[in-house]
Nanobody, 125 residues
Framework: QVQLVESGGGLVQAGGSLRLSCAASGRTFSNYDMGWFRQAPGEEREYVAGISWGGDSTYYANSVKGRFTISRDNANNTVYLRMNSLNPGDTAVYFC??????????????????WGQGTQVTVSS
């Protein structure tokens, strides 16, 4: 049974930083691409960033490119999202997700098979 548990969210002032973590269990972590998504109140869930199973390829939404960094530690079954220069528009619940198929990229909601419970990020102005 796959389990994804996010942590690291919180309240931060505009311009600040946070690092989110997502601990995975249940299947061979290093075989699956991972992604981060977010959902603001009244909005659809949107793709934020993705990372390949080996960590050598990363992908970002245009809205976070240059500010957010996704990384992974396969030895510890964890994926991270470092968020810098946060602004109120980044306020949302952030979810990590795991691809349904091995060695395939995760670039959208439809490609995510498993989800964490989410962690709230609130950026004050």
């Amino acid at each position: 049974q796959v389990q994804l548990v996010e942590s690291g969210g919180g309240l931060v002032q505009a311009g600040g930083s946070l690092r989110l973590s997502c601990a995975a269990s249940g299947r061979t972590f290093s075989n699956y691409d991972m992604g981060w998504f977010r959902q603001a109140p009244g909005e659809e869930r949107e793709y934020v960033a993705g990372i390949s199973w080996g960590g050598d390829s990363t992908y970002y939404a245009n809205s976070v490119k240059g500010r957010f960094t996704i990384s992974r530690d396969n030895a510890n079954n964890t994926v991270y999202l470092r968020m810098n220069s946060l602004n109120p528009g980044d306020t949302a619940v952030y979810f990590c997700a795991q691809r349904d198929r091995v060695f395939m990229p995760i670039r959208g909601v439809s490609e995510a098979a498993y989800w964490g419970q989410g962690t709230q990020v609130t950026v004050s102005s």
